[in-house]
C-alpha cells in the first residue's frame, strides 16, 4: 500500500482532514489528540493488512477518545501516571477497537490477518513468557482481545475482565473500570513481579465460562458481530499504546518512543516483563535506514508582504522606472506598440461584449408584473396570461484578473513577444473595466531590488527567501500611470533579451532575468488574490500564467533527499496538507499542488497556462515533461496555438513565439497581385482564427 493511498483511507474512516506521517523514527503507531497528527512507523516488513488495522485503530482514538478526559486522567495519576495510563489504554483499546469495526464490518478481515501476521512474525517472546507466568493479567486480557490468547488461555477472572472492557460505552466508564483494577492490583504485581495467578491455576477455575467463551472466540474468527476477535483489535498498535509514556499533553505515543525525561524512572519496574518484550518487539521492525519524515509548513507572508512584493507604484517611481521613462527610445517603441495592438484590443473589446451579452441574454427570464395588460385583457376568456411582462436581467458575477509572467533567463528569446501578448492582455482587461494584475516572479529579493540590500530570512517564510512578485501592471493606475509602467515594462524586456536587431531601448531594466521561482511566485500571488477579493472588486478571480518551463521548487518536499524520506506539508491558511515523498514526481507535481493551495486560499478562480515554445524542440520537451509522446508527435510548423491537458489548470495552451509576424491585408497593396491578396488573406484568417480560439475559450470563462 501506497503513503498517499493510507492517507487517504485513514481520513474516509476519520471523516475529517488528519495529518498522517509515515515517521522512520516512530517505533509504533501513535495518534495526537491535540495536534490530530497520526504517526506511522516504516517497518521492512509490514503487510496492508497490518497497515490497515494500525490505521483504523489509530483513526477510532481520533474518533472516541476524548482529549481532554484523556488529559485530565494523565495529571491526576501523579507518580503512577505510566501505570494508570497503561490499564485505561488497555480498556479504552478494546472499547474503540469494537466501535471502529462495528461502524466499518469491512475491517474484520484485516484485523484478522493482521494479528495473524503479529502472532507469527513478533510475539514469540512475549507469548513465550506468557506461558511462563511472567504476564499480568492486564496482559493477558490486553493479548486475548489482540486474538494472541485464546479463551482457554486466561482465568475465570480475566475473562470476566475482558467482558467489562468489552461493554463499556463511555470513555468514563473506561476510566472509572481501569481504576477498579488497579485497585484490585495485587501488591507482586503492582511492583512489578511475575502474575501470583497464573494460567496453571485458571484453567481450573474457568470451567463453563471457559468454555463459553472459546465459543465467542471461534465466531469472532469467523465474523460474528457480537465478538472482539473478530473484530481483531490493532494488535500492535494497542501493545504499543498499552504501554504509553504519561507525558501529559494528549499523545497517545508508546512509552518506547517517549524520550526519558526522569519522570518516568520507575516505568518498566511497575509493567511485567511480557509488557516490556512488547515494545522491544515493534521497536526490532522499524526500518532503520529510512530517513526521518519531515513536518513542513508552507510559507504565509500575512502582514509581510511588502518583503516579497514591489507595487506598479514603486517601479514608476524608482531610479530606474524614472529613467526609462525619461528614454525617447522607450516613449516610441511603446507607442508603437499602442498603435500595432489597437486594431487587436478593439477585436478582443467587441468579442468580450458580444459573449457578455450572450451570456446575459441566456441568462435573462420574463416575469409577471401583476398590473393588468389593457390589450390581453379581451382574452381573459380563454387565457390567463393577460399581465404585463418584464424582462428580468440577472446580474453577473464580478470577475479580477491576475496574470503571472516568467522572468527567468530561458525566456529571453521569447521575452519581447511574451510582454507583448501580455501588456495587449492588461489593455483589454483596462478597457473593458476588469480588476487586473501583471506581475512578473522574480528570483532577486525585493530588498535587493529596491535599495540594493540582501533580504533577511524571516523565520516561517524562509521558503521565499530571495524570490519576489514585480508588479509592473494594475488596474489601480490611472491611464498615465498605467502607460508609463507598461513602458517600463516593455523597455524592460528588449533589454533583457539577447536580439536587439528589431528594436532599441534605453540600456536600463528594472530587474533582471534569473530562474524559475514559479512554486513561490504562486504562493505570493495567492495571498496577494486573496487581497484583491477582499476589496470586494472580484468575486472570480481568474490567474494567467504564462512561463516556459517548470518550477525549481523544493517546497513540498523533505530537505533530506533520501530514499524513502518525505513531508508532510501544511498550508496554515487554508489548512491543506499533502504527504509527499522525495522524488521526481513530487518535483513535477509541485506546480499542481502550489495550485491547489492557490484554490483553498483564493476560493473560486480559474487557472489558465500557456507554454511559450520558441521552436520544435521546446515544444517536444513540454510533451515529454507530461509524458505524452502523441503529444509531440502533433508537432506542425505552420501552427501557433495548440490545447492541452495539464494538470492544475483549467486550460493550458502552447504557444509557439517563433512563428513569423502574419503578412496579412495590411500588407496588401494596390499593384499586388490576386494571388498575393489571396495569399494574404489565407494567413490572416488563419491567424485571427489562433487568436479567435484562445480568445473564445477564454472569455467563456469570464464573460
Known amino acids: 500500500m501506497t503513503t498517499h493511498s493510507t492517507d487517504v483511507f485513514a481520513r474516509l474512516l476519520a471523516a475529517e482532514n488528519l495529518v498522517v506521517v509515515h515517521d522512520a523514527s516512530a517505533e509504533t503507531?501513535?495518534?495526537?489528540?491535540?495536534?490530530?497528527?497520526?504517526?506511522?512507523?516504516?517497518?521492512?516488513?509490514?503487510?496492508?493488512?497490518?497497515?490497515?488495522?494500525?490505521?483504523?485503530?489509530?483513526?477510532?482514538?481520533?474518533?472516541n477518545t476524548p482529549l481532554e478526559g484523556w488529559k485530565k486522567e494523565l495529571e491526576a495519576a501523579g507518580a503512577n501516571a505510566s501505570l494508570v495510563q497503561h490499564y485505561i489504554n488497555v480498556v479504552e483499546d478494546v472499547r474503540i477497537e469494537r466501535m471502529i469495526q462495528a461502524k466499518f464490518p469491512g475491517l474484520r478481515p484485516d484485523y484478522k490477518a493482521g494479528r495473524q501476521w503479529m502472532k507469527d512474525n513478533i510475539m514469540g517472546d512475549v507469548l513465550a513468557d506468557v506461558a511462563n507466568g511472567k504476564a499480568h493479567s492486564i496482559d493477558h486480557v490486553n493479548l486475548f482481545a489482540k486474538g494472541m490468547l485464546d479463551a482457554t488461555d486466561l482465568t475465570a477472572d480475566e475473562i470476566t475482565m475482558y467482558d467489562?472492557?468489552?461493554?463499556?460505552?463511555?470513555?468514563?466508564?473506561?476510566?472509572?473500570?481501569?481504576?477498579?483494577?488497579?485497585?484490585?492490583?495485587?501488591?507482586?504485581?503492582?511492583?512489578?513481579?511475575?502474575?501470583?495467578?497464573?494460567?496453571?491455576?485458571?484453567?481450573?477455575?474457568?470451567?463453563?465460562?471457559?468454555?463459553?467463551?472459546?465459543?465467542?472466540?471461534?465466531?469472532?474468527?469467523?465474523?460474528?458481530?457480537?465478538?472482539?476477535?473478530?473484530?481483531?483489535?490493532?494488535?500492535?498498535?494497542?501493545?504499543?499504546?498499552?504501554?504509553?509514556?504519561?507525558?501529559?499533553?494528549?499523545?497517545?505515543?508508546?512509552?518506547?518512543?517517549?524520550k526519558d525525561d526522569g519522570s518516568n524512572a520507575d516505568s518498566d519496574d511497575q509493567r511485567s516483563e511480557a509488557a516490556q518484550k512488547m515494545d522491544a518487539a515493534m521497536k526490532g521492525l522499524v526500518n532503520r535506514t529510512a530517513s526521518e519524515h519531515e513536518m513542513k509548513t508552507l510559507p504565509a507572508m500575512g502582514n509581510r508582504m511588502s518583503d516579497f512584493l514591489i507595487t506598479a507604484d514603486e517601479v514608476i517611481n524608482s531610479a530606474t522606472g524614472s529613467t526609462i521613462i525619461a528614454s525617447d527610445i522607450a516613449t516610441r517603441n511603446?507607442?508603437?506598440?499602442?498603435?500595432?495592438?489597437?486594431?487587436?484590443?478593439?477585436?478582443?473589446?467587441?468579442?468580450?461584449?458580444?459573449?457578455?451579452?450572450?451570456?446575459?441574454?441566456?441568462?435573462?427570464?420574463?416575469?409577471?408584473?401583476?398590473?393588468l395588460d389593457t390589450v390581453?385583457?379581451?382574452?381573459?376568456?380563454?387565457?390567463?396570461?393577460?399581465?404585463?411582462?418584464i424582462k428580468v436581467m440577472p446580474e453577473g458575477k464580478n470577475h479580477g484578473f491576475f496574470m503571472l509572467v516568467d522572468w527567468s533567463g530561458s525566456m529571453s528569446d521569447k521575452i519581447i513577444e511574451t510582454i507583448k501578448q501580455t501588456i495587449m492582455l492588461a489593455e483589454f482587461c483596462r478597457r473593458v473595466n476588469v480588476p487586473f494584475r501583471v506581475a512578473a516572479f522574480s528570483s532577486t529579493g525585493a530588498s535587493y531590488l529596491r535599495d540594493g540590500d540582501y533580504p533577511e530570512k524571516v523565520d516561517g517564510l524562509e521558503a521565499l527567501y530571495g524570490t519576489c512578485l514585480v508588479e509592473y501592471l494594475s488596474s489601480d493606475l490611472k491611464k498615465a500611470d498605467f502607460d508609463k509602467a507598461a513602458a517600463i515594462l516593455f523597455d524592460g524586456a528588449i533589454a533583457s533579451t539577447y536580439d536587439n536587431r528589431q528594436y532599441q531601448c534605453s540600456g536600463h531594466r528594472f530587474d533582471s532575468l534569473g530562474s524559475t521561482p514559479l512554486d513561490e511566485g504562486i504562493m505570493i500571488a495567492s495571498e496577494r488574490m486573496m487581497q484583491m477579493r477582499a476589496a470586494g472588486k472580484c468575486e472570480i478571480m481568474?490567474?494567467?500564467?504564462?512561463?516556459?518551463?517548470?518550477?525549481?521548487?523544493?517546497?513540498?518536499?523533505?530537505?533530506?533527499?533520501?530514499?524513502?524520506?518525505?513531508?508532510?506539508?501544511?498550508?496554515?491558511?487554508?489548512?491543506?496538507?499533502?504527504?509527499?515523498?522525495?522524488?521526481?514526481?513530487?518535483?513535477?507535481?509541485?506546480?499542481?499542488?502550489?495550485?491547489?493551495?492557490?484554490?483553498?486560499?483564493?476560493?473560486?478562480?480559474?487557472?489558465?497556462?500557456?507554454?511559450?515554445?520558441?521552436?520544435?524542440?521546446?515544444?517536444?520537451?513540454?510533451?515529454?515533461?507530461?509524458?505524452?509522446?502523441?503529444?509531440?508527435?502533433?508537432?506542425d510548423p505552420k501552427q501557433r496555438l495548440y490545447a492541452a491537458n495539464v494538470e492544475g489548470y483549467e486550460k493550458y495552451f502552447i504557444f509557439m513565439t517563433n512563428a513569423k509576424p502574419v503578412k496579412g491585408l495590411d500588407n496588401v497593396t494596390a499593384d499586388d497581385s490576386k494571388a498575393k491578396v489571396r495569399n494574404a488573406l489565407i494567413r490572416e484568417g488563419k491567424d485571427r482564427k489562433d487568436r479567435k480560439t484562445f480568445l473564445n475559450q477564454l472569455f467563456d470563462m469570464v464573460a
Open 29 to 63: 503507531a501513535s495518534f495526537d489528540l491535540d495536534s490530530r497528527v497520526l504517526t506511522l512507523p516504516v517497518w521492512d516488513t509490514m503487510s496492508g493488512h497490518v497497515y490497515d488495522m494500525l490505521v483504523s485503530h489509530e483513526v477510532s482514538h481520533a474518533l
Open 164 to 258: 467489562r472492557c468489552y461493554a463499556c460505552e463511555t470513555f468514563d466508564e473506561v476510566v472509572d473500570l481501569a481504576k477498579e483494577f488497579l485497585a484490585e492490583l495485587p501488591e507482586k504485581e503492582e511492583n512489578g513481579g511475575d502474575a501470583s495467578d497464573g494460567n496453571a491455576e485458571g484453567e481450573g477455575q474457568e470451567g463453563g465460562e471457559s468454555a463459553a467463551r472459546d465459543e465467542q472466540s471461534e465466531g469472532n474468527a469467523e465474523g460474528d458481530d457480537g465478538a472482539n476477535a473478530d473484530g481483531e483489535g490493532q494488535d500492535q498498535s494497542e501493545n504499543a499504546q498499552a504501554n504509553s509514556e504519561a507525558k501529559g499533553d494528549g499523545s497517545m505515543e508508546s512509552a518506547g518512543d517517549a
Open 334 to 371: 511603446y507607442s508603437n506598440l499602442q498603435a500595432e495592438q489597437k486594431a487587436m484590443v478593439n477585436h478582443m473589446v467587441n468579442l468580450f461584449n458580444q459573449k457578455r451579452s450572450a451570456t446575459a441574454h441566456k441568462r435573462a427570464r420574463r416575469a409577471k408584473t401583476g398590473v
Open 376 to 389: 390581453k385583457m379581451t382574452n381573459y376568456k380563454w387565457s390567463e396570461d393577460i399581465f404585463r411582462q
Open 542 to 635: 481568474n490567474l494567467i500564467i504564462l512561463t516556459d518551463g517548470e518550477a525549481s521548487s523544493d517546497m513540498f518536499t523533505g530537505s533530506n533527499w533520501d530514499r524513502n524520506s518525505g513531508a508532510t506539508v501544511t498550508d496554515p491558511i487554508s489548512g491543506l496538507r499533502f504527504n509527499t515523498v522525495n522524488d521526481w514526481a513530487t518535483r513535477r507535481n509541485s506546480t499542481a499542488m502550489a495550485l491547489d493551495i492557490l484554490r483553498a486560499r483564493v476560493g473560486d478562480v480559474n487557472i489558465v497556462g500557456i507554454y511559450l515554445a520558441s521552436c520544435k524542440r521546446d515544444y517536444t520537451d513540454f510533451w515529454h515533461g507530461q509524458r505524452d509522446l502523441d503529444g509531440a508527435a502533433q508537432y
